[in-house]
Structures are given as C-alpha cells and as structure tokens.
C-alpha cells in the first residue's frame, strides 16, 4: 500500500485499529507496532505515531484530564473515529483482515483468553471461528492497555491473571460487544464477582459490595473482596466506562437490585 500525500481511508482505518490497542505512552516512532505498521502501508514511523496521536485528540477520556493529542485532526479522522464507534464489530474484523491481506508472512498470535464464544465450534465455518477470535483479540487488547494493562480494582499487572471484563454481557448488547468503554480490565476473580453481580459500580466510579458478600465471613472475602466498599476504580487512559453501562449493570446485573 503505497503513500500518497494524503491518508487513504483505509490506512486511516489501520491507524486507529492500532491506536486502540495500544498503551497511550507508546505512541511514538521507536515502537516496533507502529514501526511495522509504517512499513505495510508505505508511510514513515514519525508519520503514524502523529496520526496516532491526532487520534488522541478526539478522545474525550484523554482531553477532560489536561492532556492532549496532536491538533489537527483532519475530516477523514473524525469520520474514521465515528465510524468505528458506530459499528465497532465489522470495523475491528475487516479492518483486522486488510492488515492481514498486507502482512502475508506474519504469525497471527491469539492473546485472547476469554472464551466470548463457546469452545465448541463444531459445525461452524472457518471464517465464523476467525472473526469471533478477532473480535476477542481486539477487545482484549483495547481493553487492557487503556487501563495500562492492570485490574482496576486490585492494581494486579499479571497479565495471565487479568480479564478483559463486558460490563454489559456479551449476550446482552450486539452493538457494544466490541466497545472498549463497555469493557473494564479486572482480575480474573474480580470478573467473576462482577460478572455474577456481586459487586458492581457507582455512577462515580466506585465499587458497590452486595448485601450477601457482605455477610459472608469467609477470610478471602473479608481480607479482598469487603476492602473494595466505596474504592475508586483506576480509570482508563482512554475510552473510559460509559455510565449507562454502569448503570444498566447496577440496574440489572447486580444482585441487591434484584431483590
């Protein structure tokens, strides 16, 4: 894919598919992502890492905290940003498929461990096992590195141990499935407790501990899970929770609003 002066829509696309997998302090020039990325679309490292970072400028959970992109933004991002968010599942998969239509030799590496989909695809077509795995991959990663890769309830960094968490069930919303502010980055034990509501968020982002875990007197739960009454979660560097997920979650999930 040969550069032009100005950005094609689908390099564009392939841009701002990286920049929602990686970390906001990566995005610069010596990153070998955004380094190999410059070479499958004929642009300089220099020239992605600033479209990176025009990005950074649309993001809202970037700029209410002081912080900010590259201004200048062109039309084309902004309709890139939108695009994305309007439909993030077919924007993540054929966006995912184009960069591998141009990185023909690259090993596929799966880093997604959470099963969105059952283990059991017997019957299903190639294609439908590839597109789910992508669309996992993609949340994992987006989730993940916007909360710098730790739980942000426990501050836990073991990656093997953390969980790209739907605060709307996979199941129960189609088209937020692949929103990463529907997704918050938890320790596998705190998805669990969070998936079963019995913990759950506060539309000021603090954590709710339900009547019954509460009463249990278990040392687990009295020492890690009843510390987390009233804590501040560590919000994201970027797509930061929608607060009608939380609150769908509160409302639907949680297990003292379904008494």
């Known amino acids: 894919m040969m550069a032009s002066t100005r950005w094609t829509k689908e390099q564009l696309e392939l841009a701002f598919h990286l920049y929602c997998q990686l970390p906001f302090g990566k995005l610069h020039s010596r990153n070998p992502e955004i380094k190999h990325l410059a070479q499958l679309i004929g ?12 990005f950074a400028s649309l993001d ?26 309007s439909d993030w599942e077919k924007l993540a998969v054929e966006t995912e498929l184009l960069r591998r239509s141009l990185d023909t030799k690259a090993v596929t590496v799966d880093d997604a461990d959470e099963q969105l ?18 669309k996992q991959s993609f949340f994992r990663r987006a989730v993940l590195s916007s909360y710098r890769g730790r739980c942000c309830m426990s501050g836990l960094s073991e990656p093997r141990l953390l969980v790209a968490s739907h605060i709307v069930p996979w199941s129960k919303d189609k088209a937020n499935r692949l929103n990463p502010s529907n997704g918050l980055c938890l320790s596998a034990i705190h998805d669990r407790a969070f998936d079963k509501g019995l913990i759950t968020i506060s539309d000021d982002m603090r954590v709710v501990v339900s009547a019954e875990l509460k009463r249990n007197k278990e040392a687990f739960v009295v020492e890690v ?21 939380i609150a769908w979650h509160r409302n639907e999930l949680f297990i003292d609003s379904r008494r």
């Open 60 to 85: 809202p959970a970037i700029t209410s905290t002081g912080r900010k992109g590259l201004e200048g933004a062109s039309k084309l991002d902004r309709e890139i940003w939108e695009e994305f968010h």
């Open 225 to 245: 899970l009843l510390p987390l009454e009233g804590k501040a979660i560590e919000l994201p560097e970027r797509f930061a929770p929608q607060t009608e997920f």
């Open 117 to 134: 989909v059952p283990e059991d695809f017997a019957g299903e077509t190639r294609k439908v096992v590839t597109e789910q795995r992508i």
């Open 43 to 54: 642009r300089t490292a220099d020239a992605v890492a600033m479209k990176l970072v025009n």
